[in-house]
């Protein structure tokens, strides 16, 4: 049983004029349970259709989408999951403290526990002072936090996140990546939509890429970061002052005793060898690649 | 000219506007006509689909529009402010549709007992209101005492009467009109009937303007009442009808002169009965009545 | 369900708008003096005016409530929320609905008592002709409420369709007008004047309306309460029963419809 799993999930929207418009073709996506899963794509590429199909906030044109092995359509399929809707609203005449109670209670947490818990995500989301105050005073950052506290509260097994980092501010990133990182080492499914790729690379198992409705990668975050290597910056510390050439490549630039070298991959053994024979020191190696933001601007650019 | 102060101009160049136009405004809407204040009203089974569930509050608000449009003209009357006399055909027509939103209303049916009899002699309306009243006010001995006043009193069909009477003294378990319905069931009486029935109605009055019309009246009748009982005594003393008041006066049959309130000058008809140049009427409502007689709904 | 019934009554509660339409039980206050303005029928009067005023307080509660819980959840984003919890599309409507119905009936419990106390003092001042009914006047009152309750119902059944207010306010509105007086017009059909001078394909649609819309004229019962008139019994247990029929299935087309909505 798969966390999340979708098969052939399309959804059409009327469009203007009787067009239709395709906001999702065919989408098959298996996450694992224990996984955390990025779900890249530029604005408007069908992240957020995807993730309120899996909700059943939509209903699919054709396909099927599943949490926990039970279908997107029943209420059941909601009980595993903490889900975090992209700019977040909550009944803003309650107060943080209040909504969080009542999603516990729709959870069916028992009361001591739902009490316990309450104060626990609410510390840890920084809302403790402000628990008291209506939402509807709070700021965009804090709402944002009271989203990210109403899916810790019955600590489901599956937490979808759409957008999670929008809207924080430096620190409140840091929080939310050190949450998601704390659910990982627990074993939890987290499926989180963004368009930041930082936030994958940092925190990601495995990444997908949607563009323009369709899924046009999918892969784990270490394999493309192997991937993307193209060669080395060397740097080497000579005693004396002359600069030398090793396996025909010449120095990018010297500063004193020290200078830089681009080798790319292939030369890398033979350039090495030669160094060593040298007996010269290697002052640093630095790994030069595509980072994940190449990589997702090459297939988003891609004719 | 700075921000702030522009605001604060155009308020005051406002409010010198407002000042100015203030008095003219209230004027024109005073001289406004009559029929223009009473206000029209819209087809009655309109109404009746438009009140939604408020019919019973729109039906009260027509009854007190005309109370007090009512109210109004008979303060100035009081006065001796000439005015123009109340436009009764309006009113009569707006307390008709009263009733038919809310058929309980007593307000309306009071009210219209009120003007349709002794102003506008309307005594067939008068009772067919009335008879529809009883239709729904099934407990109320006063809409069948009207009834019978107005069959007795003013359209002298006695069996009528009688039938309203008994029905008014079923109802209200009093002797009052079980003792009209036995002692002025003829003419001799008619002046003494008046004479109860508005001490009655007087009585249980609280609008002012309204409680003051039949102080008026009964004040007329009480005075009537005393000619009439002057020429009885002058006739059986000399054994033929005086033909003025004077000669009762003069006679010592008469201890006072009697005052007409209304303003007019008793007098005594061929047969003998007590009549006025007033008409029991103030000099602008005996045209109204003149003018309404017959076209009142 | 229970929780949320429980956050409905609260966001009523806090809700300013409710404090504004609530700030009108203070013309409670001149009841009895207007209603001193009447000749013969002083407390029958403030009963009219109580009734009248509770009647208005209570539509635009009905209106505003049940146009706008539903429609401000999806314009606000908050279903987004809500109905991604376990939480089925029809519990939740069900209990938006009851949270506003069961607020309904804690105002019209309000707005009653201070109906109570002016129809009291004016009795007290100028006696009735006839002795007054309270029981009328409260079971008047009761089913008044009852009345608006189907109107919240109407208008969320709306809601649950419409991407805009306009469609739950003015078609509750308009529902109401045309329930008020469906009777009216269903008892005008069977005259003898009418069936002259009606055809029949109007009768027949004007037939079908009678049965789709709701009857609310057997709601008011307001005649009873002003003049002390005894209630029919059986009548007010049909028009129970009524009720509770019409708002199922009111709801229960609002529950199928709200599931088949899709939040964008």
New interface residues.
């Given amino acids: 049983m798969k966390a999340i799993e979708t098969t052939g999930l399309c959804k059409q929207?009327k469009g203007k004029k009787m067009t239709r418009v395709d906001a999702l073709k065919s989408l098959d996506l298996q996450i694992e349970k224990g996984e955390v899963f990025g779900f890249l794509g530029p604005n408007g590429a069908g992240k957020s259709t995807t993730i309120?199909l899996i909700?059943?906030?939509?209903?699919p044109t054709a396909g099927t989408a599943s949490i926990m092995g039970k279908d997107s359509s029943t209420?059941?399929s909601?009980?595993q999951?903490g889900?975090l809707?992209e700019?977040?609203?909550?009944?803003?005449?309650?107060s943080a403290e209040?909504y969080i109670t009542?999603?516990g209670?729709?959870?069916s947490m028992e009361s001591s526990l739902l009490k316990r818990r309450t104060e626990d995500v609410l510390k840890r989301l920084d809302l403790w002072e402000a628990r008291k105050r209506?939402m509807r005073g709070y700021s965009k950052g804090m709402v944002q936090r009271v989203?990210l506290a109403?899916t810790l509260v019955h600590d489901p097994d599956v937490y979808i996140l759409d957008e999670p980092m929008s809207g924080l501010d430096p620190i409140g990133r840091a929080l939310v990546k050190d949450i998601i990182l704390d659910l990982k080492r627990r074993g939890k499914c987290v499926f989180f939509s963004t368009h930041i790729t930082d936030d994958v690379e940092k925190v990601c198992d495995r990444v997908g890429v949607i563009v323009k409705g369709s899924l046009v990668a999918v892969d784990r975050v270490e394999n493309i970061m192997r991937s993307g290597v193209e060669g080395y910056l060397v740097h080497l510390r000579f005693q004396d002052s002359a600069s030398r050439n090793f396996a025909g490549i010449e120095p990018l630039r010297t500063a004193g005793s020290t200078s830089e070298f681009y080798v790319s991959c292939s030369a890398f053994n033979a350039f090495m060898g030669e160094v060593n024979a040298a007996g010269v020191e290697v002052a640093l190696v630095e790994t030069k690649r595509r980072d994940l933001e190449d990589f997702f601007l090459s297939l988003v650019n891609k004719p | 000219m700075s921000a702030v102060s522009r605001p604060v101009v155009a308020l005051l160049v406002s409010l010198t506007i407002y000042g100015v136009v203030l008095g003219s405004f209230s004027d024109y809407m005073k001289l406004k006509p009559i029929e223009e204040k009473l206000g029209y009203l819209p087809s009655t089974s309109f109404l009746r689909y438009a009140s939604a569930d408020h019919k019973e509050l729109v039906g009260a608000s027509l009854v007190m529009k005309v109370i007090m449009y009512f109210g109004g003209i008979a303060e100035k009357q009081q006065a001796n402010v000439i005015v123009q006399p109340p436009d009764y055909r309006g009113m009569s027509g707006i307390l008709h549709g009263a009733v038919k939103l809310d058929p309980y209303n007593m307000d309306a049916y009071y009210f219209a007992q009120s003007f349709l009899t002794w102003e506008v002699k309307q005594y067939k309306i008068a009772n067919d209101l009335l008879d529809y009243g009883m239709k729904y006010r099934s407990w109320d001995w006063m809409l069948p005492f009207f009834a019978g006043f107005n069959s007795s009193y003013f359209m002298r069909d006695y069996p009528a009467a009688a039938t309203y009477y008994k029905r008014a003294g079923e109802l209200s378990g009093s002797d009052l009109s079980k003792l009209l319905a036995g002692r002025y069931m003829q003419e001799a009486g008619q002046t003494e009937l008046a004479i109860a029935y508005l001490t009655t109605m007087e009585k249980g009055e609280r609008n002012q303007s309204v409680r003051r019309n039949y102080q008026l009246r009964l004040s007329a009748f009480k005075e009537v009442r005393k000619i009439e009982m002057a020429r009885d005594r002058f006739k059986e003393a000399k054994g033929y009808l005086p033909t003025t008041v004077e000669q009762l006066s003069q006679g010592g049959f008469l201890s006072t002169v009697p005052l007409d309130p209304y303003g007019g000058q008793f007098y005594l008809e061929a047969d003998g009965k007590v009549a006025t140049t007033s008409k029991f009427a103030f000099a602008g409502a005996k045209k109204a009545a003149k003018q309404n007689a017959g076209e009142t709904r | 369900m229970l929780s949320i019934v429980r956050i409905t009554l609260k966001g009523i509660f806090r809700d300013r708008i409710f404090q504004g339409i609530m700030a009108l039980s203070l013309f409670f206050v001149f009841i009895p003096s207007v209603a001193s303005l009447s000749m013969r029928q002083v407390t029958e009067l403030s009963t009219t005016l109580s009734l009248s005023l509770i009647s208005f307080i209570m539509l635009l509660l009905a209106v505003f409530l049940g146009a706008t819980s539903i429609w401000k959840d999806i314009e606000r984003r908050y279903t987004f929320s809500v109905l991604s919890l376990p939480v089925s599309r029809s519990t939740y409507l069900v209990g938006r609905f009851l949270g506003i119905a069961i607020f309904m009936l804690i105002a019209a419990l309000f707005l009653g008592s201070a109906a109570i106390v002016s129809i009291k003092i004016a009795s007290l001042t100028y006696p009735p002709a006839r002795p007054l009914l309270w029981f009328a006047i409260i079971t008047s009152i009761v089913f008044d409420a009852l009345k608006y309750i189907i109107v919240v119902a109407v208008s969320m059944t709306l809601a649950t369709v419409s991407t805009s207010f306009f469609l739950p306010v003015f078609g509750a509105i308009s529902i109401f007008m045309a329930g008020t007086v469906t009777q009216q017009v269903f008892d005008y059909l069977h005259t003898p004047s009418a069936q002259a001078a009606v055809s029949a394909a109007i009768r027949k649609a004007a037939l079908v309306l009678y049965y789709l819309l709701p009857n609310l004229g057997g709601f008011d019962l307001k005649v009873h309460a002003i003049y002390a008139i005894p209630l029919n019994t059986q009548g007010l247990l049909l028009t129970g029963v009524y009720f509770l029929a019409y708002t199922g299935i009111v709801m229960s087309v609002g529950a199928l419809l709200f599931a088949r909505r899709e939040m964008k």
């Fill in positions: 929207f309120k909700m059943g906030l939509l209903k209420t059941d909601r009980r999951v889900f809707p700019n977040p609203a909550f009944y803003d005449y309650l209040e009542f999603v209670s729709q959870f209506p989203g109403q």
